[in-house]
């Protein structure tokens, strides 16, 4: 079993910036493509950003030139910089890791994930 754990979190203002860390333990054993999502209150999850095992990534277009996603594959840890932030992006972040299986990646699809993070709390203010 793998364990997502999640860090960097918190209150920033409007045109702040934040960080946010996910790093996996436990039953390492698998190659992982990495994904966040976010879900504000009274809305659904909805898919942030994610990088394939290769390094290939993908932004929903609200955060394309705002939010960078990386990895550390030697730390098993998937990162966000998160920069320009708006009240909009206020949500709880969840991180997601994808055992690399070969078939098609549908990114953007909750189902296609395998273990996620407990979450972290984003609140940009006005």
């Known amino acids: 079993q793998v364990q997502l754990v999640e860090s960097g979190g918190g209150l920033v203002q409007a045109g702040g910036s934040l960080r946010l860390s996910c790093a996996a333990s436990?039953?390492?054993?698998?190659?992982?493509?990495m994904g966040w999502f976010r879900q504000a209150p009274g809305k659904e999850r909805e898919f942030v950003a994610a990088?394939?095992?290769?390094?290939?990534?993908y932004y929903t277009d609200s955060v394309k030139g705002r939010f960078t996603i990386s990895r550390d594959n030697a730390k098993n840890t998937v990162y966000l910089q998160m920069n320009s932030l708006k009240p909009e992006d206020t949500a709880v972040y969840y991180c997601?890791?994808?055992?690399?299986?070969?078939?098609?990646?549908?990114?953007?699809?909750?189902?296609?994930?395998?273990?996620w993070g407990q979450g972290t709390q984003v609140t940009v203010s006005s």
């Open positions: 436990g039953r390492t054993f698998s190659s992982y493509d």
């Open positions: 990088i394939r095992w290769s390094g290939t990534t």
């Open positions: 997601a890791f994808r055992i690399v299986n070969g078939r098609t990646y549908y990114y953007g699809r909750i189902p296609e994930y395998d273990y």
